[in-house]
Each structure stands twice: as C-alpha cells, then as structure tokens.
C-alpha cells in the first residue's frame, strides 16, 4: 500500500510537470489551431538561459524571471517571422515551419551550451515523510505552481481585457480582425503566454531530475503532444488532466512493471484509449458534414 501511495505522490507530481508544458501546447492550438511542435525547444532554451544566470550566481528569482521572458521573447520571434506568413498556406506548412524552427533552436543550444547533459542546480532541497510516503519540497512547489498556473489562466482569459481578446480570437480570427481586435498582437500575446508556461514547466522539471540536455525539448514537446490529446485537444482544462494522467500512467508502469518499458505504455494507454475516446477525456463531440467524429 505505502508503495501504491508513493507511486501515487510521484505520478501527481511528475503529471503537474507534464500539465504546465501541455498548457502552453494547449492555449496556441485551441485558438490557432495549429500544433506548435517547436513549443519544447523554445522554452528549453529558456531554461537553459536559467542554467547560466543561475551559474553567474545571480539570485534565483532574477534567474528565472529572466528565463521566462527569454522564452516568451523567443516564441514571439517564431510566430512573427515563422508562422505568421504562413498563417493563410495549408496548415502543413505550419508544421514544418516548427519543425525546422526545432531543429534550428536546438543547434543554437548546442552551439552556446554543448551537446552534453548538465547538471542542473535543486532549488529547494529536503523532504519529510506521512505515514511512509516520502514528499519532497520540489514535488509540493510543482503541484502549487501547476494550481496557480490553471486558476492564473482561468482567471487572465476570463476577467482581462487581452484574455477576452484572446477567446474572441478563438472564435473567429477574422471577425475578430472585423471588430477591431488587434489580431496580430493577440496572437503574439498567445505565444508568449506559451513559452512563458513552459519554461516554468521545464525549469520545474529539471530542477526536480537534476540534468538537462539538447533533446529535453524535444522529448518534452512529445509529452506535452501526448497530455493534450489525451485530456481533449483545444481544452486548457482537458490540457491539465491529461498531464496528470500521463504523469500517473507513466509513475505505475515505472513501479509495477519496469521503468524500461514506461514510455511505450504510457503510449500504449494513450492508443487505447483514443479508440474508445478519440476526442480525449474531457473532450467534447463534433460533426463534419453531418457526420459525428
């Protein structure tokens, strides 16, 4: 029981990494509709910015600010010189525009940084223990800034003046436009907002496992892919269960099988249940052409 309970704690955690990157996935395509594969490798060089101010000695807070702006500047510069002349082509354009932005950034990273993984510094050390669950103070810090991130969100697209802009976007881009919504700003905005919460996601993540190297963005673009469509693409909400799910997926299949296999399983669920539920957890039913799908 106490190894189901710990399995459980570290599931929780790990799923709260995967919902705060899966929710910057999540806000560009539920207004653009559009996969931002480049999304992990933008906010990873973020937090690789992190890593040297924090290597310069300059005071955690400083670091990580600085890190998030650097991601939300970066993911600007993407959408306005990568995507946005692309916006009108077929939507596979976009995707190989990210794609290529990818892979450009991730040779920037290892040209500055090296192709090597480096240790990265903990935060905030220690742990304390319920009933012989062992907690760490990282795994509390993840999941407040995972509930913050949600009701901060929540709250910013619902009671501001550019979060209403941003549903009104989601609606209808050119309407939108036709109202006198600065469509492009907006749409900038929304990319910033995303490498803003995935650098706080990455920065979380690898302040938790202590290393980072030239594919954590990659594979972190993977993961985040995965929460959102699990949990119903195009839904924030459906952007947090899903990373929680995958985060727990991942944590048992590590405990009660092996830790080698965890990632196909975790894949292997999400094909499952994608042929029972296509349109995810908390994803809703559409019809095309008077058909259901």
């Known amino acids: 029981m106490t190894l189901a ?18 929710l910057g996935f999540a806000v560009v395509y539920s207004v653009l509709r559009m996969f ?60 190989i525009m990210a794609v290529a932005a990818a892979l450009v950034i991730r040779q920037i990273v290892i040209l500055i940084w090296g192709a090597s993984q480096q240790t990265y510094p903990q935060i905030i050390p220690g742990h304390f223990t319920i009933q012989g669950v062992t907690v760490t103070n990282i795994q509390v810090l993840v999941l407040a800034v995972a509930i913050a991130a949600a009701v901060g969100m929540t ?11 941003i549903l009104l976007v989601r609606q209808d881009l050119e309407v939108a436009r036709l109202m006198g919504i ?48 699990l949990g119903g693409i195009g839904g924030l909400g459906g952007a947090i269960v899903g990373g929680l799910a995958l985060g727990l997926v991942e944590q048992f299949s590590a405990a009660y099988i092996s830790t080698s296999y965890q990632l196909a399983i975790a894949f292997g669920v999400l094909v499952l249940f994608l042929l029972v539920r296509p349109y995810g957890i908390l994803g809703t039913k559409v019809w095309v052409q008077g058909q259901r799908v």
């Open 5 to 22: 309970f710990q399995t459980l704690v570290n599931g929780l955690a790990l799923g709260a990494n995967f919902a705060l990157i899966a």
């Open 36 to 95: 931002n594969f480049a999304h992990g490798d933008i906010y990873m060089f973020g937090v690789y910015a992190m890593l040297s101010l924090l290597l310069s000695h300059i005071p955690i807070v400083f670091a990580v600010l600085a890190g998030m702006a650097v991601a939300g500047a970066l993911a600007m510069c993407v959408e306005r010189f990568g995507y946005r002349p692309l916006r009108n082509s077929h939507p596979m354009m976009g995707i």
């Open 155 to 165: 709250f910013f697209l619902r009671r501001t003046r550019w979060g209403r802009a």
């Open 182 to 229: 600065p469509v492009n700003r907006v749409v900038s905005l929304i990319y910033a907002v995303a490498g803003i919460l995935g650098a706080v996601g990455g920065y979380l993540f690898v302040a938790t496992y202590g290393v980072i190297g030239p594919l954590f963005g990659f594979q972190q673009t993977v993961e985040a892919f995965v929460a959102a469509v």
